[in-house]
């Protein structure tokens, strides 16, 4: 996990020494993501690979996760990512960005600011690619 000084110097990225990870930071983000993907919002798998009219792919690239300190003992997190939605030959795409105060200047606040980044990009994610998926062309041919 990065963090940057903002306040001193923020170009460039340090990273905590001391802290070790099950995997990067940005392969727990992305299991999360899909994991989350395969489960409605009242808790029930949702059917993976099941045919129908139209299938929809989500490909996104991490752009930001890090903790960034604007004084010595404020900080915040922030994630940016860049979602691309291609159903039936038609692309969608979009940046979400997020940002959450981190609760202590130190590893585990990023680690709380950026499961609360983290959250909120799937709330944003599920939100657009429902509306995007309910324009799609195909999506009138399923009603």
């Keep these: 996990m990065y963090y940057r000084l903002a306040y001193r110097n923020a170009a460039v990225p340090l990273g905590y020494a001391e802290s070790e990870w099950v995997m990067p930071p940005a392969a727990l983000l992305t299991e999360r993501l899909r994991s989350n993907a395969a489960v409605h919002a009242d808790g029930e798998n949702l ?5 129908r ?4 792919a989500l490909h ?3 752009l930001e996760f890090e903790q960034i ?11 940016r990512l860049r979602a ?3 159903c ?13 105060p981190a609760p202590t200047p130190n590893a585990a606040g990023a680690v709380t600011a950026l499961v609360k980044c983290a959250e ?13 998926d309910s324009r799609s062309p195909s999506s009138a041919n399923r009603n």
Excluded: I, Y
């Design 47 to 51: 059917p993976v690979g099941v045919r």
């Design 69 to 79: 300190f604007d004084e010595p003992h404020r900080s915040h997190g922030a994630l």
């Design 84 to 86: 691309t939605l291609e």
């Design 53 to 56: 009219p139209s299938v929809c």
């Design 60 to 62: 996104s690239e991490l």
């Design 88 to 100: 039936d030959g038609v692309w969608a795409q979009r940046t979400f960005a997020v940002d959450r």
């Design 120 to 132: 909120e990009l799937e709330r944003l994610l599920k939100e657009w690619v429902s509306r995007s």
